[in-house]
């Protein structure tokens, strides 16, 4: 113990009798370790977003849009029977009421295995309290879509039977229409105006940030900002734009001379939420065969399922971050090259210090172990000083860029136990190659 003791001493002042050669020689693990921890930082936070945008969304679902018609043609693509038919003129001939109502009360009557379907319909509408207006999301929903989405009340209550059965004017809000319109009160019983109807409010919902990419690609509202009522109401009391109505038939015949898209859907989204997540695909196509049968042979509709899409970004950042964890090891590699390199020319330089020592009795297992504990040392301290710079980068990483990192105790055990194990492989031949020196070819060495 004593010899080892004694060995490790020598190593200490080696080191820090050459503190800049030791430095210099520490940059790469510093480096290789610092990039470790922020890659990994990276990676663990894209797995975090991940698993906030399955709570968001929940499983099992199969989000329904509209497909609104063609600019050129006036028509939607058909499906599966109209291109059975075989003339574009039949197409066009056929008319689709859009996603309605009616197509909900099908996917309940026909469809097994069914958990919840949550329909939606969005208006941008004008909220008006107090002689204070703003524009903001008007949706009409059910109960279904808060459980589908796992949105929670922050106050208040729910919508009631009879409330969703007569189109009452009720309204839950989102928590920036609060901040803007109930400040210093509650808003609990209070009437906001949205659109051209006075609503009672009956509950507020917690706050949650739900991103853009969310929004697009995985059917989420966005409900911060969103004042939301019975969908009964919304179409008894707003809108309902499977009507004919002298007003649409006026519009109509303003922009004839003009190609723009109507939207005739009666809702704007369906989402099905099944009970088996094995049944999804399946689901999903008796879904399209379904619509396209009652919608006179028009794909007028898409079909999205958000755990497949999930399911692909997690593929995809989970390669994304083996290729950034290989390209930060290498700099370990190449810190560890060159803590050999340094090692060696040490040896070279010290010759005349090995033959003194093993003339002094020092054995080849002495030399080794001090040469060892050197490259060891330099490892051990850039690995401490790589994980407190990773830890910062990683840090700054996420106020720079606003991307979420998140620094997990396996990625610094990881980054500082491979720096470790870097200094003693590396240090090793080094180690080697100077317990190989002749004593008396060493002593005389100048």
Same mark, same amino acid.
């Given at each position: ?36 921890? !922020? /890659? ?66 099908? *996917?309940?009557?026909?469809? %097994?295995? @069914? ?10 509408? %004008? ?38 059965? $007569?189109?009452? %004017? ?85 922009? $004839? ?13 369906? @989402? ?17 065969? /379904? ?14 399922? %958000? ?35 340094? /090692? ?14 093993? !003339? ?10 001090? *040469? ?5 040392? @330099? ?14 980068? !990683? ?28 200094? @003693?492989?590396?240090?090793? /031949?080094? !180690? ?15």
């Amino acid at each position: 113990m004593k010899r080892h003791i004694h060995n490790i001493n020598s190593a200490v002042e080696a080191v820090f009798a050459n503190k800049f050669r030791s430095i210099l020689t520490a940059l790469g693990i510093i480096f290789g370790v610092a990039a470790v921890i !922020a /890659m990994m930082a990276i990676g663990k936070g894209a797995q975090q977003e991940i698993l906030e945008q399955i709570k968001m969304v929940g499983v099992n679902n199969i989000v329904i849009t509209p497909k609104l018609p063609d600019e050129e043609d006036g028509v939607a693509t058909g499906g599966e029977d109209a291109a059975a038919s075989g003339s574009a003129t039949n197409k066009a001939k056929n008319f689709s009421p859009g996603l309605t109502l009616n197509d909900v009360e099908s *996917f309940y009557q026909i469809l %097994p295995g @069914i958990e919840l379907i949550s329909s939606e319909v969005v208006f941008n509408a %004008p909220v008006v309290k107090s002689g204070t207006q703003r524009t903001a999301k008007f949706s009409g929903v059910t109960p279904a879509f808060f459980k589908v989405f796992n949105i929670e009340l922050q106050q208040g209550e729910m919508f009631t039977e009879p409330q969703l059965e $007569n189109g009452n %004017p009720v309204c839950i809000i989102g928590p920036e229409i609060r901040s803007r319109f109930f400040k210093q009160e509650n808003p609990i019983g209070k009437r906001i105006k949205c659109g051209n109807i006075w609503l009672e409010v009956i509950g507020v919902l917690k706050s949650r940030i739900v991103s853009e990419k969310a929004n697009e690609n995985l059917g989420v509202s966005e409900f911060n900002n969103t004042v939301f009522v019975p969908i009964k109401t919304i179409l008894m009391r707003y809108k309902d734009r499977s009507l004919i109505t002298k007003s649409s038939l006026n519009t109509n015949n303003d922009d $004839n001379s003009q190609t723009k898209s109507k939207n005739i859907n009666q809702l704007d989204k369906i @989402i099905i939420q099944v009970e088996d997540s094995e049944r999804l695909l399946e689901t999903a196509n008796l879904v399209k065969r /379904m619509l396209i049968r009652r919608h006179a042979g028009q794909e007028d509709f898409e079909i999205k399922i %958000p755990e497949l899409l999930l399911k692909q970004q997690q593929r995809t950042k989970d390669i994304f971050n083996i290729v950034l964890g290989a390209i930060a090891s290498i700099s370990l590699i190449v810190g560890g090259i060159g803590i050999m390199n340094i /090692m060696l020319a040490s040896v070279m330089e010290r010759i005349r210090e090995i033959g003194v020592r093993m !003339a002094m009795g020092a054995r080849k297992s002495d030399i080794i172990f001090q *040469f060892v504990a050197e490259a060891t040392l @330099i490892s051990i301290s850039g690995g401490f000083i790589g994980v407190i710079l990773g830890v910062v980068l !990683a840090k700054i990483i996420m106020q720079v860029t606003g991307i979420l990192t998140i620094v997990s105790l396996l990625s610094i055990v990881i980054s500082f136990g491979v720096s470790a194990t870097v200094g @003693i492989v590396f240090g090793l /031949m080094p !180690a080697q190659t100077a317990s190989k020196q002749d004593p008396v070819t060493s002593l005389r060495h100048d």
